[in-house]
């Protein structure tokens, strides 16, 4: 398999799976509350994959397993679990534009932190146009929804805790295999989702009985396409790709969740909406190009072998 059909590939599940949920989560969230719901999801993806890793699992270091507890606080219990919990009362379209500052956290944290990844300037004055994109859209639903400060806050808060654990798993690369450190992370994730959801009485309070179809659907939703495929394209393109085009998936999501509320919901989309998707768009093409040509150098192979999707010596 080619390395460009595998990135094409990791792409578009980011770009299009992971836009999908956050209406999954608005269609889950009817019938689950949401820690457990958010729990469901990362628990029974990480044992999915962890179960494909095998005997790899038996085989990673006290230290690896310590990284991955702290990436998996950060990415499902301070962004997902802060996610689901603010889209009560935050459609999912404002929700997926919020998290839409994920780029500019990312570099900020290499910035101040420099490592292999130094951020580009013009990576990041790429990221403008985007931002614009994102804003047009925020306002026109905003305008609509009359929303609240506070779940903002809170989704913001979110994408600083994704960033952190995406420059945090950025250094676990070369420890594991993409699937086992996001069977990881989402395992350790889940478990501490389960207690949230325990001490908060989610757990006592919830039936079985009174989960809808549809809500059934949308968390295995989840599950397969946000966790398990999601999540494992996600990690194989941090070991494979510049994380500033990696994060451009924040500016694609926003769109993909708008257009889905509008499609399925009836939620109106005007002209302005088209303005700033045609802007999200621009983004993430000249970020491309920018990342394209930056990491061609003299004596670079263009197709790298893909062991990371197989096996890895640990």
């Known amino acids: 398999m080619s ?31 949401p820690f457990l719901l958010m ?3 990362s628990f029974c993806g990480g044992i999915v994959l962890l179960t494909l890793s095998g005997r790899q699992v038996a085989k990673m270091s006290l230290q690896t397993w310590a990284a991955a507890c702290l990436c998996g606080l950060l990415f499902f219990v301070g962004c997902h679990g802060v996610l689901a919990f603010a889209q009560q009362s935050v459609p999912s379209g404002v929700a997926a534009i919020v998290l839409a500052t994920i780029p500019f956290w990312i570099l900020l944290i290499d910035t101040v932190f420099p490592g292999d990844q130094r951020p580009k300037p013009h990576a990041l004055l790429a990221l403008v146009p985007g931002f614009f994109g994102v804003g047009i859209v925020a306002w026109q639903n905003v305008e609509q929804a009359g929303i609240s400060v506070l779940p903002v806050i809170l989704l913001l808060g979110a994408a600083l805790s994704w960033s952190a654990g995406t420059v945090l798993s950025r250094s676990m690369s070369s420890e594991a295999s993409a699937i086992l450190l996001s069977g990881m992370q989402l395992s350790i994730g889940g478990v501490v989702l389960f207690a949230i959801s325990w001490q908060v009485g989610e757990i006592d309070a919830f039936r079985p009985s009174d989960v809808s179809l549809t809500s059934l659907a949308a968390a295995l939703w989840l599950i397969v396409s946000g966790s398990v495929i999601g999540f494992v394209a996600y990690n194989w393109l941090l070991e494979n790709v510049a994380t500033s085009l990696v994060s451009t998936y924040t500016f694609v999501n926003p769109v993909i969740a ?22 999200v768009i621009v983004s993430v093409i000249v970020i491309w190009r920018a990342e394209r040509s930056g990491s061609r150098r003299p004596g670079d192979e263009p197709d790298r072998d893909m062991r990371h999707l197989s096996t890895r010596k640990t």
Do not use: N, Q
Request: proline share 4%; charged share 10%.
């Open 3 to 33: 390395r460009r059909f595998l990135v094409i590939g990791a792409f578009a599940a980011i770009y299009l799976l992971w836009g999908s949920t956050y209406f999954a989560i608005t269609l889950g969230l009817k019938s689950f509350p």
């Open 258 to 279: 708008v257009l889905l509320g509008t499609v399925v919901l009836g939620e109106p989309f005007s002209r302005m909406m088209l303005l700033g998707a045609g802007l």
């Open 39 to 41: 729990a469901l999801r």
